[in-house]
C-alpha cells in the first residue's frame, strides 16, 4: 500500500486548509484511515479518524467542530478540511492506514505534508 498525501501550505490565522490522501496497491482490506500530526519538539498525535466500511469518525478534542475527515471510497482517497486554523494547528500532517478489522493499528504512512498557520 502506498499512501500520497497532498493540499498542505501556508495559511494565516482563521484561514482553512484541505488536505488529500490517495491511497493505492492492495487496499481492499482497509478498515480504518486516519490523519495525524506531528509539530516540532512533539509526538505524534493522531487528529481524526474514519472507518471504511461505515463512516464512523473520530476526532481529537483540539480540532473538533473545525476539522472534518471525510473519504471517497471509489477513489481510495481520504480529506481532511480544516476550517478555523490556529498556530498551534503547525505540523507535519501524515495520512495513515490501518488493514487489520477491529484494530487501530496504522501499517502505512504516507510522507508527511507540512501546514504552516501564521498568526
Known amino acids: 500500500v502506498q499512501l500520497v498525501e497532498s493540499g498542505g501550505g501556508l495559511v494565516q490565522a482563521g484561514g482553512s486548509l484541505s488536505l488529500s490522501c490517495v491511497a493505492s496497491g492492495r487496499t481492499f482490506s482497509t478498515y480504518v484511515m486516519g490523519w495525524f500530526r506531528q509539530a516540532p519538539g512533539k509526538e505524534r498525535i493522531l487528529v481524526a479518524r474514519i472507518r471504511w466500511r461505515d463512516s464512523s469518525t473520530y476526532y481529537a478534542d483540539s480540532v473538533k467542530g473545525r476539522f472534518t475527515i471525510s473519504k471517497d471510497n471509489s477513489k481510495n482517497t481520504v480529506y481532511l478540511q480544516m476550517n478555523n486554523l490556529k498556530p498551534e494547528d503547525t505540523a507535519v500532517y501524515y495520512c495513515?492506514?490501518?488493514?487489520?478489522?477491529?484494530?487501530?493499528?496504522?501499517?502505512?504512512w504516507g510522507q508527511g505534508t507540512q501546514v504552516t498557520v501564521s498568526s
Open positions: 495513515a492506514l490501518g488493514g487489520v478489522p477491529f484494530s487501530y493499528e496504522y501499517g502505512y
